[in-house]
């Protein structure tokens, strides 16, 4: 009587089957895979640690660990709800928590709101101006409103004749100019602004040749965005980025700033599809047009 298989044997046979069936079932799928691993290693996949600039000594930290941003975020979070807590709550030798104030929270994107006097900074400086019946709607204080007026109405008195300027030597509408930085920079107040005087978010030229850059967490460890030594530097460098080939055709609008505002949208100036709706929205609800008329002196 002839011997049979053993039952390993035929074990191992059923297992090496069920692979093969399933490696030919799924073949696309293991291809696909495989290519996107493939293109993440060509493209030089990486891990980023620690972009950001250290903390200042003696800042209150979360902890001794560096964060990420979305960790850092939720930290102090728990640490603002733990401050409300010990303060209603009725035991008395609970060690004292310092104001939400005095942490630091971690560095951000480069568009996040800069430490300021500003009562609601969670509050966008523009948007009183974009939908101007905000206030009234969300039931602000009078005086949140009245702060987030003159917040803009500071930006405009300080950077009004520098646009003008600018205007007159390069031939950009001081409208346009104002409402774009303005809308970039939060009024002035976006931490773009306020740490690296870029109030355009004017990123860096290739390779960050002959410049001074800085990354905020953006999409990649590439994406530098330019370091001014003055918010004037950062006003020329918006001219005379209007004034290359791929924008310099806008020119031909004049003063017309309907035009400008869509021109630059069509031109991939920002991602924004209603970036050009809003650069008009600002324009005619401060009134910008004046400083298309006078000359800056």
Not at 77 to 82: I, K, P, Q, T
Not at 106 to 111: I, K, Q
Not at 265 to 271: P, Q, S, V
Request: hydrophobic share 35%.
């Amino acid at each position: 009587m002839s011997s049979t298989n053993s039952p390993r044997a035929t074990l191992l046979g059923r297992y090496l089957a069920k692979t093969l069936d399933y490696t030919v079932h799924y073949a696309v799928e293991i291809f696909l895979i495989a290519l996107i691993i493939y293109l993440c290693v060509s493209r030089g996949l990486s891990v980023r640690v620690d972009v950001y600039e250290p903390l200042e000594e003696g800042t209150a930290m979360i902890s001794e660990a560096n964060l990420s941003p979305w960790l850092s975020g939720l930290g102090d979070r728990v640490m603002a709800l733990a401050t409300a807590w010990q303060q209603t709550s009725p035991t008395k030798s609970s060690p004292a928590t310092p104001p939400p104030a005095q942490l630091t929270k971690g560095h951000d994107d480069f568009n996040d709101v800069a430490v300021t006097d500003d009562p609601a900074p969670h509050i966008s400086n523009l948007t009183l101006v974009l939908s101007p019946d905000y206030g009234e709607r969300k039931g602000l204080s009078p005086e949140i409103i009245e702060a987030k007026k003159d917040r803009v109405k500071n930006y405009l008195k300080r950077y009004a004749k520098i646009a003008q300027r600018e205007m007159e030597q390069y031939g950009i509408p001081a409208s346009i100019t104002l409402a774009q930085g303005l809308l970039e920079s939060n009024a002035g107040d976006s931490k773009l602004a306020v740490k690296s005087n870029n109030h355009f978010g004017i990123k860096c030229k290739k390779k960050c040749l002959g410049c001074t850059c800085r990354n905020y967490s953006d999409d990649s460890r590439y994406d530098m965005f330019r370091v001014f030594d003055s918010a004037a530097e950062s006003f020329r460098e918006h001219s005379e980025l209007l004034s290359i080939s791929r924008y310099a055709k806008l020119k031909a609008h004049g003063t017309d700033y309907k035009k400008w505002a869509h021109g630059l949208k069509k031109c991939g100036y920002a991602t924004d599809p209603n970036y050009g709706k809003k650069l008009i929205t600002i324009i005619e609800n401060l009134e910008l047009t004046q400083y298309d008329k006078q000359v800056a002196l």
